[in-house]
């Protein structure tokens, strides 16, 4: 049974940091590209980034770019999401998903991803 389980989620001054982390199992981890999602009520679930099954390719929403990093330590079967600078517009529900191995990293569209997380609820406050 695949699992993906993040956490780090928080509430956090605008201007602030945040580190996501998704916890994988249940699957083969380096054969999945990886995606982090978010969706603010009322509002579309949104791509944020993508990393390769690898780490060495990743590819940002131009809201998050310079902003957020993602990386993964395929040792711990493990992806993040390093939040910085962090603006009110980024409150959401993030989510990971993952991908069965592509060439192609930057996929933003929800229905490609297969697996999925529960979310964690990020605040940033003004």
């Known amino acids: 049974q695949v699992q993906l389980v993040e956490s780090g989620g928080g509430l956090v001054q605008a201007g602030g940091s945040l580190r996501l982390s998704c916890a994988a199992s249940?699957?083969?981890?380096?054969?999945?590209?990886m995606g982090w999602f978010r969706q603010a009520p009322g509002k579309e679930r949104e791509f944020v980034a993508a990393i390769s099954s690898s780490g060495g390719n990743t590819y940002y929403a131009g809201s998050v770019k310079g902003r957020f990093t993602v990386s993964r330590d395929n040792a711990k079967n493990t992806v993040y999401l390093e939040m910085n600078s962090l603006k009110p517009e980024d409150t959401a529900v993030y989510y990971c998903?993952?991908?069965?191995?592509?060439?192609?990293?930057?996929?933003?569209?929800?229905?490609?991803?297969?697996?999925w997380g529960q979310g964690t609820q990020v605040t940033v406050s003004s």
């Open positions: 249940g699957l083969t981890f380096t054969d999945y590209n």
């Open positions: 998903a993952a991908r069965y191995f592509s060439t192609v990293v930057a996929v933003t569209s929800s229905r490609e991803y297969t697996y």
